[in-house]
């Protein structure tokens, strides 16, 4: 199993998540965040002094899926969060040692 | 007729008081999340301290019994007794007046709280407050508003407090910050705009009751005046946004709000004394040098963090040179203005007063400050500051994740 992980725009997200469920994926983790990338922050001016904000914010995503489909997610992924500007996000995976469902104790790729 | 009189002024009086929530969201949302409490404290508390000031002796200093024209007798109307006679008939008197003059001095001093957001201990803010409003406002009160020397001798106009409220807060800012030293982080943006915006919305409503409420009743002068107070903040607004256009590429609601309160404060010294078109090119003329002069204190090296000294000190001045300039001989002042052939000598002794409050209240507030930092020690500490003064100061915080 794998988790995939992705920093999407935060007007893309709804994108994002609909071509997930279209796909059939289960369930997904939403998170507000900030941070920068190649975009960098941006200035904003009061009184005519300029501020220098660090941080944009943006969308994470989380989702697990089975080793199979990665490969797969990550395409629908990539298709739904692009617009082609710089600042478009990033998505990686990584490997998870197990996962179990809360409510019925199953484990591995049962519990997705 | 004077019952309708005692009813205007009353109404006055409780739109003055929204000043002071409009002050303390105006300052609040341009501080940051973290000092946005700890601003609005500072400006509330102004009332507390400056009325037991005023009960006790401060209403004394204003408009008792001149002492060589420098100060009024302070125990002139000690504790306020002996004026509660009821004249039997309705009319404006003595208790209302007395409550209606703690206001105008309490939002001199809250203005100047600008200065200190984020730095300045809370205990030290009050201890500053009752000694500034002591040794600065009540003293310049006397010369403008009491019997004092600039009114005695000099013949010049200032309708309800562009002298001793706006300058005198203006430049004891700058005083203040200039004390206090800049803050250790000052790249703390404002942190809410919508609160600033229905701060200033509360201050122009307030606005008109303080100018309107100058003219002591339900009369000619109470409309004329509301008229030019609206049209200066209005224009005051195109001013600003007008300069921010040009210099920065766009207007911000920051910059409409600032531009609102400069055409206010500008008119405040001239609303008897200029008609529509003068209000007007007042407020477009106060808006856009105070838009100049709010990157004035990045050149002097002063962390004078919201700008009162711009908006108060120089649109004060703005608005008072402008009366002088082009003052509307029709107006109830009267005032003949230079560009209409007016004399000359109304500018000297405008300048005069300008120059003598202005001067007093910078000098004046700096040997305060020094001398209150040696004594108890301005500045919270390093690791306050860092934490906020919400905090470090009350123990609270506006936001859960502040």
Known sequence: MKLITAIVQPHRADEVKEALAAAGIAGLTVTEVQGYGAQKGHAEVYRGAEYQVDFRPKIRIDVVVADADLDATLDLVIAAARTGRIGDGKVWATDLVEVARVRTGERGEAAL | ?402
């Open chain 2, 1 to 402: 007729m004077p019952a309708a009189d005692v009813a205007w002024m009353l109404a006055a009086f409780a739109v003055v008081l929204i000043m002071f929530p409009g002050l303390s969201l105006f300052y609040g949302g341009m501080a940051g999340t973290k000092n946005a409490l700890n601003m609005m404290m500072m400006c509330m508390s102004t009332l507390a301290t400056v009325s037991v000031v005023y009960v006790l002796f401060g209403h004394g200093i204003v408009v008792g019994d001149s002492i060589g024209g420098i100060i009024g007798n302070p125990s002139g109307f000690w504790g306020f007794l002996g004026i509660y006679e009821d004249p039997g008939e309705p009319m404006v008197s003595d208790p209302f007046w007395f409550a209606f003059y703690i206001l105008f001095a309490a939002i001199t001093v809250a203005i100047v709280a600008s200065a200190a957001v984020g730095r300045m201990k809370f205990s030290a803010w009050l201890v500053f407050s009752l000694v500034w409003v002591t040794l600065v406002y009540l003293p310049l009160g006397h010369w403008v508003f009491g019997g004092g020397w600039m009114r005695e001798h000099l013949d010049f106009h200032d309708y309800a407090g562009g002298t001793a409220v706006h300058m005198a807060s203006g430049m004891g800012a700058l005083a203040l910050a200039f004390v206090l030293g800049p803050r250790r982080n000052t790249q703390m943006r404002p942190h809410s705009l919508p609160l600033v915006l229905v701060g200033v919305a509360m201050l122009w409503m307030g606005w008109i009751g303080f100018n309107a409420g100058t003219a002591g009743g339900a009369n000619f002068l109470a409309q004329y005046v509301t008229l030019t107070t609206l049209l200066a903040g209005s224009t005051g607004m195109i001013g600003f946004c007008l300069v921010e256009r040009l210099r920065d590429g766009r207007a911000t609601t920051l910059g409409m709000c600032s531009g609102v309160i400069a055409g206010l404060v500008g008119i405040t010294p001239a609303a008897d004394g200029v008609d529509a078109l003068g209000a007007m090119a007042l407020g477009l003329a106060a808006g856009a040098v105070v838009a100049w002069a709010c990157t004035w204190k990045t050149k002097l090296g002063i962390d004078e963090t919201l700008d009162a000294f711009a908006v108060h000190g120089i649109g004060g001045i703005v608005g008072s040179l402008c009366v002088v300039l082009f003052g509307y001989a029709g107006s109830p002042a009267g005032i003949e203005g230079i560009l209409f052939g007016g004399d000359w000598s109304i500018l000297l002794a405008e300048i005069a007063a300008i120059g003598a409050t202005c001067g007093y209240a910078l000098v004046m507030t700096f040997v305060i400050a020094k001398v209150l930092d040696k004594l108890i020690g301005l500045r919270a500490s390093d690791e306050d500051e860092y934490d906020g003064m919400d905090l470090s100061q009350h123990a609270e915080t506006a936001y859960d994740a502040a």
